[in-house]
Every structure is written in structure tokens, then in C-alpha cells.
């Protein structure tokens, strides 16, 4: 009976010094700056440009994952042909390769002599240094985590009730819209979010391929890593925001996922 | 598969500790007369400090030079946040003066060793037609220059300022070159890379970030010498230095004639004691 | 009248299935499981391709491999109930029931009124904003029925109809099952395991085995060729 007793508490133990490791850099975060500092960084542009910034590009990431993610993945989910496997490994490929390689890859296809980018230079269309390739990088990276998701989603819904819908009338097209995707939105929604997450948490893609130019490429992550070199409260209070974010979206995933039918 | 029950799970946790415990007590039992040197060092002199290791450990066998190269900035953030070093060599006197008010630097040891000026690149394409300081101005250009806190991003404002006050180039020359900076970099290491893909058109680096390989892909200009800003980078022990006596011996062999060959070799102009 | 012959390879044998039912007639299907039964309605229903062969609905050919139709599931006007119904998880009653209208484009107005009356018919009024998954096995049934009936289908697929039923309620709901086949007046084909379902429902009794059909006749005829292994435990 005491030698339980021992183990729970060592047990106990073990698993309070583990918490500790994780929440204690996250708290050092909130102790190394005061409220009143933390609200007078916010107002700082460089913190104000990141802000929005951010938060424009993962929108727009994410919406566009969404429209071309959700075909790709149902068609994954329910159709089988040659090479399906390969396409499940290519758009998982972007979760596994450092963010390097990812700024890279992109460089090389899109920047000005990329395999691409030299015909678009023809034309007068210059990718780098731009929103665009900051909103690229976060397509990029950030997919994986949605697709995955998403096909996940649509082989959990029975395919009786695609089957029962098509009897009745139902054109493929609509099965799928008033049907597949709704039976599996609350997947499409927590793979959309953690989409979300990745798009804003985006680093060393947007910085090798997008630059760091206040206001047009320089995200929330790449304000931290500059303001770090100058001004270390902008950096402290937006990486508490990024903190804040996080923490949301691990809980509404939760929440979301929760409900289930 | 029997689940683990909790005593297992301690069972197994305790033998890890006990393992890297045990691990951690092997390696500093075998390295008794070898020390370990870290230099904490400025990127932009990432390959003539590690050509100058190579060459101080094939002379000391018992010393190991372990380098870490970042901005001068980081680094200076790194130690002030207790990071364990022996020896700072800092892009810019106001970082190593920042260390030295903080008490983290042994005063004495402290010094310039090197100059360093601005040098502007183009990729050896130069698709942009750039010949010179003068054209940075024009419209389109893409340049690329450092962050207002790294050193070179610093001084290319400096740069740009002294340009600005005269009247042959004016306010206007300045403003116009500032709207044609594309990128904000953070690391001179990341500059030349874009400029050698062809992303950016020209940036403003320190003369000794263009290596001789890089001078196949990039072209150099200096920049006259009345708008220049010349940098000077010090070097210094720290204060919680554990091996003050071999660090100094480093410093010295820096300065030295072998040490001193090779930072002329990459383009820096060596400060003699 | 509804004509098949269909031939199709599966896993174990090839199905090659031929049968007629007449309007107003009820078709019993019965044999082991696995023998093919609910095959042969998702052949017909257009869920699963034939090989080769030919279906025929009235004037309307559904599929025919000689003559290279095949009429998608969804144009083909068969109701088809699943064994475990198959409700829309994410919809009302009414949703449910209205789901087909609105596929076809229907005039929301005449949906409306449509559902109303189907529910009203069915008994299913009071449940029209519940949501499907707080119904019982019997009020899903008529739900499932209601959704295929509304539709006015030129055929009616009915897989294992009374199988998710609580047992006491299943004798109502049977003879009100055969009033409604009855009403529809359209050729019906009910798949089960139920000998009563057989005996009540049917006018004609199949047994298939492995794909084919050994036996057809009326469900007396059928019953009594008790030197069929099937039939024995089957008739009890």
C-alpha cells in the first residue's frame, strides 16, 4: 500500500516537473514585461503593421486552402486510382520539410529565374519581396494540416448516406456540398483552424522567399525575430499574442471537435 | 500488449535519468586537459573565424574552439540572458559597450581589432544596369539593406544621411533610394544568397560579407570614401569566463600575423595593437 | 413493370440475376446472407454498375451495356431504402423528407406543402423540427419511407424495411408498410430475413444463392420446397 502511495506521488512528480518545462518559458514570456508595457508596445506601428499583416495572409492562406484542399481531399477520400498514394505523400510533404527548404524550393520555382518565375519576369510578375510571396510561403507550409485533416473527415462519413442522397436525386456535385461537407465539417473546421495557426506562425519560408519589409512582408514572427535585434518589448508582447492565439486555437479545435453526430 | 502500469512508467523514467546522469559524468571524466573555448561571433565574419579555429586548434591541440555565429545583437541579447561564453566579437562598439556598462565584459580585455566599411553588390548579371551609389535612386530598383538595429543596416542610414546633406545628391536622392528597398535583413548572411538568385537587383553589405566565391555571382563597388562608414569591431573576454588565460591566447593569435593573413584575406582591414 | 437481367463479377461469384415485377406487385428477395440480395437492389437503383445486362423501368431504360445507357442514380426515380435507413444525420425530419424536392429544383412553396402532407400522412407531423437522431427505429422508418415516397418514385427498393423496428411495434408497422406499397401502385422489391415480412409483404417470393435465383414463385410455392437447406430454417 505505501509502496503505491510512493508511486503515484513520484508519478505525480514526474508529471509536474514536465508541465513546468513547458509552462514555465511560456509564463517568463508574461513576467518579463509589465501590462502598461504591453499595451504601449501595441500601439507601435511595427507591432500594428505585423498584426494586420499577419492576419490578413493567414485569412487569405487559409481561405485559399480550403477551396483547393477540400476537392483534392475528398477526391482522396473516395476515389481510387493510380498514384493516389503518391499524392497523399506529396501534399503531406510540406509538414516534414524544414521551413528552409521550403523558402528554397520556393525561390527556385517562383523567384525572378526560378523554373517558373523567369516566364513570369517576362511578363513584368515579380513574386519576391511581396504579400503574394508571403501568402504563398503560408499556402505552402501550411496545407498539409488541413488536407490531412480534411481526408480524415470524409472517409469518417458513411458512404450510405452519398448513396442514399444520389437515389433521390442528388447530382455528385450536390453530395457533396449539402452532404460529405457538411456530415464532416466539424474536421473541415479544426483542419482549417490549425491551417490557420501554421499560416501565422510561418517563419523561415516567408523570410528566405518574401524578405522582411515592414507592412508588406514582415509577419508576426518575422517583427519578433527583428524587433528582438532593437526593441525587445515589441518583441515580448507579440510573441504573448502569438502565445494568446495559440492557446485559443488549441482550444476551439477542441471545442469544435468535440460536437459530433 | 499488457498496458504499462504506473510503476513501470517510473521504472522506466528513473533508469533515463539515471542513463543521462550517468552520460553526463563519462564525457567531463574524459576531456580533463582539453578546453573548450566559445566564441561568440558577429555573422558577418563567419568564414575568416572559422578558418582562423581551424588554424589555432592545429597549433593547440589541448584548446577546441567552438563558434557561434549570429548578429551581433543576438548575441549580445543571448549573453545578457546568461548565455555561457568565453569570448564576444561583436560587428559594433555599441553592442560590446552595451556588455561592458552591464558589467559582463572583463574591461581590460576589451579592444578594436578590425575595420570594416560598406561595399555595394549587384548580381554580375546586374539586370537593373547599376554602376555605382549613384543609381539606387532609380525607379524599380530592388535593394536590399540591414535592419535599422544590425550594424551594416545601420551604417548604410549613416551612409545614406551623409549623401542626403550633400547638396550633389540631396534629401530626395535618399527618400527615393529608401522606396526602392524591397527587404530588411536581419543577417548579412541572408543578403548576398538573394542577390546571387537574382530576387533583388543591389544591397548595401559590409565589403568583407563578399567572399571570393560569392564574386562569381555577385559584383563589387566600393563606395567613396567621403559617404562611408567605417566599422570597427571589438573584441573582449567575458567576465565569467572559466579559461581567461587560453581566450587570451586566442585574442592574440587573432591578432597575430596568421590570424591578421586571413581576415585581409576576406576583405577586412586589421587594427594593430 | 421492372425487367432486369443483370450480370455482374463480385469477390466470390458472378451474380447474373433475372427477374420481372409487375406495377403493384411486391417482390420478396430472400437467401443467405451474402448471396447477392442487396446487390441486386443497388444494381438497380444505380448505386453499383452491371458488367453487362439490361434494366428497364416502365418505357424507360435505366442501363443496358448493349445499348450504352446508363442513367445516373439520380435521374433514375427509384426510391431505394437502405437496411439502416440512412437518415441525414445533419437535418430535421422535414429536411430529410424534403431533400429530394429540393435536388430537383422544386418551387420552395410546393415543397413545403408537399412535406407537410407527406408527414401528415405518415404520422410524422409532430416531428417535422426534430432532429433525425432523437427519432426511434419506427419513426425512421417512416421517415426513410416518406423521404422515397414524396418523390413519387416509378419503384420502391426495400432493404430489410423492418429490420431496425422495436420488436413489439413491427406487426403495425408491417400491415401500415403494405398499405403504403399497396397505395403507391408501383413494382416493389422488399429484401428480408423475416419469414412474416415474406408472408405478408410479398406476392411473390425469390430465393437467390450465390448470385442466381433458385427459386420464384408465390411465397406458398416457395415455402414448401423444403428439400432447400435454406428454405427449411427459414420456413421454420
Known sequence: MLWRAVLTLLTAALLALFLLFITLPVASLFLRISPEEFLSSLTEPVVLDALSLSFVTATVSTVIVVLFGTPLALVNARRDYRGRELVDTLTDLPIVLPPAVAGLALLMAFGRRGVVGQYLDLFGIQIGFTTLAVVMAQVFVASPFYIRQARASFEAVDSLYEDAARTLGASPGTVALRITIPLAQAGLVSGAILSFARALGEFGATIMFAGNFQGRTQTMPLAIYTTMQGDMNAAISLSIILVVISFAVISAVKIVTRRKY | MKVPTPATLVAICLLMIAGLLVAGCTTTEQAPETTTLTVFTAASLTGAFTDIGKAYEAQNENVKVDFVFDGSQTLRTQIEQGANADIFVSASTKHMKALQDGGFMENSTVTPFLGNSLALIVPVENQAGIAGVADLNKPGVKLVIGTKDVPFGDYTRQMLDKMAADPAYGQAYKDAVMKNVVSEETAVSSVVPKLALGEADAAIVYKSDVSKDDLTKVTRFDIPAEYNVVATYPLGILAESASKTEAASFIAFVRGPDGSAILTEYGFDPISG | ?236
Not at chain 3, 80 to 86: E, G
Not at chain 3, 104 to 132: C, G
Not at chain 3, 174 to 199: F, Q, Y
Open chain 3, 1 to 236: 413493370m421492372l425487367s432486369i437481367h443483370t450480370v455482374r463479377e463480385l469477390r466470390d461469384y458472378v451474380l447474373d440475376v433475372t427477374l420481372s415485377v409487375r406495377s403493384g406487385e411486391t417482390l420478396v428477395l430472400i437467401g443467405e446472407n451474402g448471396s447477392g440480395k442487396s446487390t441486386v437492389l443497388n444494381l438497380i437503383s444505380g448505386i453499383l454498375t452491371p458488367d453487362r445486362g439490361e434494366v428497364t423501368l416502365g418505357d424507360r431504360t435505366l442501363f443496358s451495356s448493349e445499348g450504352k445507357t446508363n442513367i445516373p442514380p439520380e435521374n433514375r426515380k427509384v426510391g431505394h431504402l437502405f437496411q439502416s435507413y440512412a437518415l441525414f444525420p445533419h437535418m430535421t425530419v422535414a429536411e430529410n423528407v424534403a431533400f429530394g424536392l429540393r435536388c430537383r429544383k422544386v418551387p420552395r412553396p410546393t415543397i413545403a406543402f408537399s412535406v407537410a402532407n407527406q408527414l401528415r400522412v405518415m404520422h410524422l407531423a409532430d416531428l417535422a423540427d426534430v432532429n433525425v437522431g432523437r427519432l426511434s427505429g419506427g419513426q425512421r422508418q417512416r421517415v426513410a419511407l416518406a423521404r422515397a415516397l414524396v418523390l413519387n418514385p416509378d419503384l420502391l427498393l426495400l432493404d430489410e424495411p423492418l429490420a431496425a423496428v422495436d420488436m413489439r411495434a413491427q406487426g403495425a408497422m408491417r400491415s401500415e408498410l403494405r398499405g403504403r406499397i399497396k397505395n403507391a401502385d408501383i413494382p416493389c422489391i422488399v429484401v428480408t430475413h423475416n419469414l412474416r415480412d415474406a408472408l405478408e409483404l410479398g406476392d411473390r417470393l425469390c430465393l437467390l444463392e450465390e448470385g442466381r435465383v433458385v427459386a420464384d414463385g408465390t411465397p406458398e410455392e416457395v415455402l414448401s420446397m423444403r428439400e432447400n437447406g435454406f428454405i427449411e430454417s427459414f420456413a421454420g
